[in-house]
């Protein structure tokens, strides 16, 4: 891999960036919305629940989880839709780029985007709500490297989706966290849901966080074997999401999708 | 268009480009039916045909944008199935249906694509590009702002920014005015016999092939009907012009075919 088209592609996104408040703007928008709404639920909560139980790193803690793997997904899909909406799919594909390389721009970009807006969530929870990230001990760390893989994962996965399905299944992509959120155990335990949910739960890295955060939480240890199955779960679907990436190009060059990329169809 | 140092060496031997039974089904329709072609270095070949003839399909799968159903492309000796990257390296393009993104300026594009294709010392061909193609001015200009023939002079900058061995410009004068079209077909003219490349042009305007390419290839129903020397095919075939000529062939398709070579 050639780590000058990757710069390109890293670049092109800072340029981007650099001269549109409407791009910027969202690393901290939404963010700062849910910490806000969820730091007033939790201090309400708090006010009327047991004084045992504290709600500001049960809940504030994992939305602030939850919204990181978020803006990671959306870092790296949001990097893919600049070639859709600028219709740049051609001058990019014809070019010697490869589809490795390709996809290691978009991670790449994800990875400075929301890291910004963890930065400003952190600060945000920490300040004005008094989250504190001691309380996940040295955990914090697999925990976000977890919620990081699998949002690349993810957002690879949806850039395929866009890629065989043409500029309209764009809005598919921006609700998949909140589908995927009632399985993931994000603000219960697995053990709440149905059998066939807590099957799909398990596939899902982020489940295995939430579930460590909570035994945390509960003054318990979590199973190391846990987060490191979670780890290699989140890797794997990283190196199939891959794949699948490869395998829609390979079909839109075969079947003429990507030269028709607009028709949405090759027919 | 002032013209720029010559930084390629030598032409190597070979052509820039071999096709050989390039074929393309969508369907039952076949967009491009058993076509064969090379392009020797500094040569200027025009792509003609009615629309649908398959000159774009042919043009996308030369980029490696679309795969053939069968046959081989080789540019500058390289074989675009088997070493796509070396391929598309000694390759670029132009053409109207694929402008650079207009969010970025016009050097920032230039920038992106120089790392995208490897250039090496990207800040100094940039500099060249844009002096070459006068574009200096617009340095900072996002490319969506820019006249339309602003923009094909900063996509043909795009183009020769890896000092491409093969040059495929679909209809690049579309959207000039006569005297902007006329500076830029010399300037490319010029390059090509400067520089050793070799270019396939797509376009409507006979006048413009006549003028600009050494080698024309008449295409209909994704079959090369007939290739020679544009001053000089037309009355070989009985035609008074090559406008003659393309419409009789586009009418009657059937009555030019020839063996491909």
């Known amino acids: ?267 | 268009m002032p013209s720029a140092p010559a930084t390629q060496t030598a032409a190597a031997p070979g052509p820039a480009l071999e096709v050989r039974g390039l074929c393309k089904r969508y369907g039952a329709v076949r967009a491009v039916d058993g076509i064969s072609f090379g392009l020797a270095p500094n040569e200027i070949v025009g792509l003609l045909g009615p629309n649908g003839a398959g000159k774009t399909t042919t043009i996308n799968m030369i980029l490696g944008v679309l795969q053939p159903d069968a046959g081989t492309i080789r540019v500058d000796g390289v074989d675009l199935a088997r070493q796509r990257r070396r391929a598309l390296a000694r390759t670029n393009f132009a053409a109207v249906y694929a402008p650079l993104p207009g969010n970025l300026t016009v050097e920032q594009n230039l920038r992106f694509f120089a790392l995208l294709y490897g250039v090496r010392r990207p800040g100094e061909r940039i500099e060249a590009l844009l002096r070459q193609f006068d574009l200096e001015r617009f340095r900072r200009s996002k490319c969506g702002v820019l006249s339309s023939g602003e923009q094909t002079r900063v996509c043909l900058a795009k183009a020769l920014l890896n000092e491409p061995r093969l040059l495929l410009l679909d209809e690049p004068t579309a959207s000039l005015d006569p005297a902007t079209a006329q500076d830029l077909r010399r300037g490319i003219r010029d390059m090509a016999r400067r520089d050793g490349r070799a270019i396939l042009w797509t376009s409507h305007n006979m006048y413009e092939v006549e003028e600009v390419c050494d080698r024309v290839l008449l295409m209909s129903r994704g079959r090369v009907l007939l290739q020679g020397d544009p001053r000089v095919l037309p009355r070989q075939h009985g035609a008074a012009s090559l406008e003659e000529l393309f419409i009789s062939a586009a009418r009657e398709p059937l009555a030019f075919q020839e063996p491909q070579r």
């Open chain 1, 1 to 267: 891999m050639r780590p000058q088209p990757v710069l390109g592609l890293v670049l092109r996104q800072f340029y981007l960036m650099r001269g549109s408040p409407t791009r910027v703007l969202p690393m901290f928008a939404w963010v700062t919305i849910d910490i806000v709404l969820w730091g007033f639920i939790t201090r309400w909560l708090n006010s009327v629940g047991t004084p045992r139980l504290d709600f500001v790193p049960v809940l504030l803690g994992a939305v602030l989880l939850w919204d990181f793997f978020s803006r990671v997904m959306q870092g790296v899909t949001t990097a893919f839709f600049e070639d859709l909406w600028s219709r740049n799919f051609l001058n990019i594909f014809a070019s010697p780029l490869s589809i490795n390389e390709y996809l290691a721009g978009l991670v790449l970009t994800a990875v400075a985007t929301s890291l910004v807006s963890l930065l400003a969530m952190l600060l945000l929870a920490g300040a004005a709500f008094g989250l504190s990230y001691f309380v996940y001990r040295l955990l914090l760390v697999p925990f976000l490297l977890v919620l990081f893989l699998f949002g690349i994962a993810l957002g690879i996965l949806a850039s395929a989706m866009v890629l065989r399905f043409g500029p309209a299944s764009e809005w598919l992509v921006w609700p998949m966290p909140a589908l995927l959120s009632p399985f993931a155990g994000v603000f219960y335990p697995l053990s709440t849901l149905p059998a066939w949910m807590q099957a799909v739960g398990r596939l899902l890295p982020p489940s295995y966080v939430f579930e460590g955060m909570r035994q945390i939480l509960a003054g318990q240890r979590p199973p190391p074997g846990g987060l490191a199955l979670a780890l290699l779960l989140a890797l794997l679907q990283i190196v199939l999401a891959g794949l699948c990436f490869a395998a829609v190009h390979r079909h839109a060059v075969r079947s003429g999708l990507l030269a028709r990329y607009s028709a949405e169809s090759a027919s």
